[in-house]
């Protein structure tokens, strides 16, 4: 009976100790789970048409512009939109080292004047103020689990495309043809 008993004692210890061991690797990945981490590439700087310009004239006339106007000008692309929106412009203005937002805005006196040139295939031109913006893309990466209990970056997606302005005046002015 006493034999009975201690083999019965020592399976059910042998059968605690396996549920045990494949337990830990299942705490272990719940390690994993944390915010997402982004990653800026593709990085440029462009100048983007505002909403700061003349009337179309022909070639050979000096244009002037001269008003108080609030000129602006709202970032594009998909990461641009949803909750990690200011997450993604906080890496952007760190990876360029100058704050980018969704928006740019600036009430001002706008002043400047030129001459529309002759150019080919041309008919008009317009004086035109455009904006300093950022182009970037965003990779998105999640922490996942990884055999032996550890973790590893997993890339989620990738959005291209996004353009987001300087948040500081940084404007130029030119002739936009058509």
């Avoid at 001269?66 to 939109?81: D, E, L, P, Y």
């Amino acid at each position: 009976m006493k034999r009975a008993i201690a083999t019965l004692a020592s399976t059910a210890l042998l059968g605690a100790g396996l549920v045990g061991a494949t337990a830990a690797p299942a705490s272990a990945g719940a390690m994993c789970d944390g915010p997402a981490c982004y990653s800026i590439g593709d990085k440029k700087t462009v100048w983007v048409n505002t909403n700061i310009h003349n009337d179309w004239d022909k070639p050979g006339v000096t244009l002037g512009y001269t008003k108080n106007r609030t000129g602006t000008w709202t970032a594009t692309g998909t990461a641009t939109v949803g909750a990690e929106a200011g997450v993604i412009f906080a890496k952007a203005s760190t990876s360029f080292s100058v704050s980018v937002g969704k928006s740019w805005s600036k009430s001002d006196t706008w002043s400047y004047s030129a001459t529309v040139q002759k150019k080919k295939g041309k008919t008009m031109g317009r004086l035109m103020m455009q904006h300093e913006a950022k182009g970037f893309s965003v990779t998105e990466y999640r922490w996942v689990p990884k055999s032996g209990g550890t973790c590893k970056r997993e890339k989620v997606r990738k959005k291209s495309n996004n353009v987001a302005p300087v948040k500081k005046s940084s404007n130029l002015w030119g002739i936009q043809y058509r």
